[in-house]
Structure formats: structure tokens, C-alpha cells
Nanobody, 122 residues
Framework: QVQLVESGGGLVQAGGSLRLSCAAS???????MAWFRRAPGKEREFVAA????????MYADSVKGRFTISRDNGKNTAYLQMNSLNPEDTAVYYC????????????????WGQGTQVTVFS
């Protein structure tokens, strides 16, 4: 069974940057990876996804141009580089893995991490 552990969250001023990491351990296969987030009082929302090879990516409109998803399969780790952060980006960020093609649909992802808190203050 694959386990996912996120790291890199924290407190950052608006306009700043953070890089989240998602390390996969256990029996790893060709998983698509994604990041979702849940802000206080809001539904979970899709942020970004990447194919197994890294050749395919997709982003939510709200983060396009500011966030970049990437992966290093040699390290079994996915990343989310977040630039130009604003208070609306405050949320718990979760990484997820899917044995299917990458998508923005949460139900396609069967393995989830525990989440890492990102707080952006103005």
C-alpha cells in the first residue's frame, strides 16, 4: 500500500512563495498525482494534477500562472511550487494518487495524504 506524506506548509505573507512536497512510500506504481485544498468553511477543491510521466499537467483557473506542479519519480515525490500567494490560498493542502489518468475529479484518487496547512496573511 502506498502512503503519502505532505510537507512544506507554513505561514507566509501575501506575495510570497512556498513549495509543498508529497513523498510516496511503500509499493509505488505508475500513479498520477494531484493537489487539492480545503479552505475553512469551504468544499475541497482541485488545485493541480500531473501525469505519471510528468508530461501532462492541469490546473485550476484560480492558480494557473502562479502554481506549478512537478514530480521526481526517482525520489517518489511530487511538488507544488506556489508563487504570488494571496490570503484566498489559505487552506489545508492534500496530495493524492490515482492509478488512473490524471484528472481533477477527487473520486479518481484513492490514496490521500494527511494534509499540510498553508496560511497566507496580508
Amino acid at each position: 500500500q502506498v502512503q503519502l506524506v505532505e510537507s512544506g506548509g507554513g505561514l507566509v505573507q501575501a506575495g510570497g512563495s512556498l513549495r509543498l512536497s508529497c513523498a510516496a512510500s511503500g509499493r509505488t506504481f505508475r500513479y498520477a498525482m494531484a493537489w487539492f485544498r480545503r479552505a475553512p468553511g469551504k468544499e475541497r477543491e482541485f488545485v493541480a494534477a500531473i501525469s505519471w510521466s510528468g508530461g501532462g499537467t492541469m490546473y485550476a483557473d484560480s492558480v494557473k500562472g502562479r502554481f506549478t506542479i512537478s514530480r521526481d519519480n526517482g525520489k517518489n515525490t511530487a511538488y507544488l511550487q506556489m508563487n504570488s500567494l494571496n490570503p484566498e490560498d489559505t487552506a489545508v493542502y492534500y496530495c493524492a494518487a490515482s492509478g488512473s489518468a490524471y484528472s481533477q475529479i477527487p473520486d479518481e484518487y484513492k490514496i490521500w495524504g494527511q494534509g499540510t496547512q498553508v496560511t497566507v496573511f496580508s
